[in-house]
């Protein structure tokens, strides 16, 4: 009984797997419209994330989707990270060293968490 369960659930798996991969694939036709007004449909996968805009395959240009998603605003510089405007202030070698301060401090309990250093907190002068 126990056999047949996990055998059934194994070929539900695999059929499952085949029909994903080659016959039922959905497929969706996504139109486009570039600034010429020429029109085209690309054909994509359900599960693929339609982009905005198509280079047109007669001029080039770039068309828009029919289906109204709206391109996302181009930032006029790529986005700083906080890792970019921390590199601004400190070189890496800066950061090394003060990643290595703060862990001797956090390891002697001066800095993080009470309970990280309830025991071996000492009586410290306030400097
Ligand atoms: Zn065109």
Request: net charge neutral; proline share 5%; aromatic share 4%.
């Amino acid at each position: 009984m126990a056999e047949r369960t996990l055998r059934g659930a194994r070929l539900g798996g695999q059929s499952f797997e085949d029909e994903r991969g080659i016959e039922f694939a959905a497929r969706q036709q996504v139109g486009y419209r570039c600034p010429q007004g020429h029109e085209f449909e690309i054909t994509m996968s359900v599960e693929a994330e339609v982009p905005a805009t198509w280079e047109c395959p007669r001029c080039g240009a770039e068309a828009l989707s029919v289906s109204g998603i709206q391109p996302e605003a181009k930032a006029e510089k790529p986005a700083r990270t906080h890792w970019d405007m921390l590199l601004e202030r400190r070189s890496e070698k800066e950061l090394e060293d003060i990643l290595k301060e703060r862990l001797q401090l956090l390891r002697d309990g001066e800095i993080g968490p009470a309970h990280l250093h309830r025991s071996n907190q000492k009586k410290r002068r306030v400097s």
